[in-house]
C-alpha cells in the first residue's frame, strides 16, 4: 500500500467521524477485503460501531464491542493486532457476534487493529473477507499503518480544537484589557472635567461640564455592557480553561516537561469542586511522570461523556531512567501521599483514581467521575 495518498486523505478530514470514515474506506479499497468498519468509543468501556463499508446486514449497527466480547474485545483487552482465518469457529474470541458476523455478513477472515490515543485505544479498525486466506500479516500490516493514520489524525482535530479554544481565551483576555483601559480613561475624563469644573462660577460652563460628564458616563456604561455581554458567554468554562493552562505552564515551567492538553467529547460546566479536583490530578500526574519516570512530554486528556467525566494523564515521551520498573498499580503504594490524598477525594464524589503501568512501560493516571448536567446545576 502506497502510504502517502491515505495519509493526506485522513490528515485533510476535520471531524472525528470523517477521520474514521475515510480510514474505513481506504481500509476496504487498499487492502481488497469484502467490508471494513470501525468502532468507536462512546466515553465508557464500549465501543459501538460508527462507520462501515460494504456491509450489508442491518443487525450490524447494533454491534457494541466491549473488552473480551468479540474479536475486538480481545483486541481491547490485549492492546494489539489480531486476525482469525475462521471467524465462526475460532476458539480465541466468544461467539456474541458469529450470528450477525459468520451467518449474517457470511465473512471468515477478519482482522481487527486498535487506533491508539492519549488515553488508550480510542477506536477499532477492521477488514473481513467471505473467503479464508485472502487475509494476512501483510493486510494486518497495512491496517495497523492506517490505524495509525487516523490516531494522528485525531490527534490533529483536537490540537486544532484546542487552538481555537485558546484563541478564544486569548480574545477575551484581550477584551477584559481593553475595557480596563478604555474605562479607566473614561473616569479619568470625568474626574479632571469634575476637578475643572470646581473653579468656575459660571453657570452654563458648570452645566456644559455636567453635561460632558453625564456623555462620557453614558459611553463608559454602554461600553462596559457590550463588553461583559461579550464576556459572559461560557464564563465558567473559560475560567476552567484559563487556571488548567496558567497550573500546567507553571509546572512546564519547573519540571522541563513538555504537557499536551487535549479533549473527546463536548466541554460542559464543571463546578469548582470537581474542576479543583481535575486540575489537581492533572498537575499531581505531570509532577510524578516528570520526577520519577522523567517523561518529557505528558498527555492530559479530558473525555466528556453522557454521564461521565474521565482525566488522563499518560507519559508520552520517557527518557532511559537507570531505576528499575516500578509497580505502580492502584492496589500498590502508589507513588506518595498525593496519588491517595487525590483517590481519596475521588471516591468521596462517587469517582475512582487509578495509577497504572501498560505493558509499553508507559505510567497512565486516569481519574473518573460521575457527571451530569444537573449535578453541575
Not at 502510504?3 to 477521520?19: E, F, G, M
Not at 481500509?27 to 460501531?49: C, Q, T
Not at 482535530?157 to 486569548?170: K, M, S, T
Not at 475512582?352 to 467521575?369: A, D, I, N, Y
Request: aromatic share 4%; hydrophobic share 40%.
Amino acid at each position: 500500500m502506497n502510504s502517502d495518498a491515505p495519509a493526506k486523505a485522513i490528515a485533510l478530514q476535520r471531524t472525528p467521524a470523517s477521520v474514521i470514515q475515510t480510514a474505513v474506506d481506504i481500509a476496504r479499497d487498499e487492502l481488497g477485503s469484502n467490508v471494513a468498519f470501525a468502532a468507536v468509543a462512546d466515553g465508557s468501556a464500549k465501543f459501538p460501531i460508527s462507520s462501515t463499508s460494504g456491509v450489508h446486514d442491518p443487525r450490524w449497527s447494533s454491534i457494541v464491542v466491549r473488552p473480551h466480547i468479540g474479536l475486538g474485545g480481545e483486541v481491547l483487552a490485549l492492546g494489539h493486532p489480531m486476525i482469525v482465518a475462521d471467524y465462526a469457529t475460532d476458539a480465541h474470541i466468544s461467539r456474541d457476534f458469529v450470528e450477525i458476523v459468520a451467518r449474517g455478513e457470511r465473512l471468515r477472515a477478519v482482522a481487527c487493529v486498535p487506533v491508539l490515543g492519549p488515553g488508550g485505544i480510542e477506536a477499532l479498525l477492521y477488514v473481513g473477507a467471505h473467503m479464508e486466506g485472502v487475509l494476512g500479516s501483510r493486510a494486518v500490516a497495512a491496517l495497523e499503518e492506517l490505524g495509525t493514520f487516523a490516531s494522528l489524525g485525531l490527534e490533529q482535530i483536537r490540537a486544532r480544537e484546542l487552538e481555537v479554544e485558546l484563541a478564544r481565551l486569548r480574545e477575551r483576555e484581550s477584551l477584559a484589557t481593553q475595557l480596563h483601559d478604555s474605562v479607566a480613561q473614561r473616569l479619568f475624563a470625568i474626574g479632571a472635567l469634575a476637578q475643572a469644573s470646581r473653579g468656575t462660577s459660571d453657570p452654563r460652563e458648570l452645566v456644559a461640564a455636567i453635561e460632558e460628564i453625564e456623555t462620557t458616563a453614558a459611553d463608559a456604561r454602554r461600553e462596559l455592557r457590550e463588553t461583559l455581554l461579550q464576556l459572559h458567554r461560557d464564563s465558567d468554562d473559560l475560567a476552567f480553561d484559563a487556571q488548567l493552562n496558567g497550573e500546567l505552564r507553571l509546572v512546564e515551567d519547573v519540571t522541563r516537561c513538555t504537557v499536551r492538553t487535549v479533549r473527546q467529547g463536548t466541554p460542559r460546566r464543571i463546578p469548582h469542586h470537581i474542576a479543583r479536583l481535575v486540575i489537581d490530578t492533572a498537575v499531581e500526574g505531570v509532577r510524578n511522570a516528570a520526577k520519577h519516570a522523567h517523561a518529557r512530554l505528558v498527555a492530559v486528556e479530558f473525555a466528556y461523556s453522557e454521564r461521565t467525566l474521565s482525566v488522563t494523564v499518560e507519559e508520552r515521551l520517557l527518557a532511559v531512567s537507570p531505576e528499575p520498573p516500578r509497580d505502580t498499580s492502584v492496589t500498590g503504594t502508589g507513588t506518595g501521599t498525593g496519588i491517595c490524598t487525590l483517590r481519596t477525594r475521588a471516591e468521596r464524589l462517587g469517582g475512582s483514581l487509578h495509577l497504572t503501568t501498560l505493558p509499553t512501560g508507559l505510567s497512565v493516571l486516569r481519574l473518573e467521575l460521575p457527571y451530569t448536567e444537573s449535578a453541575a446545576a
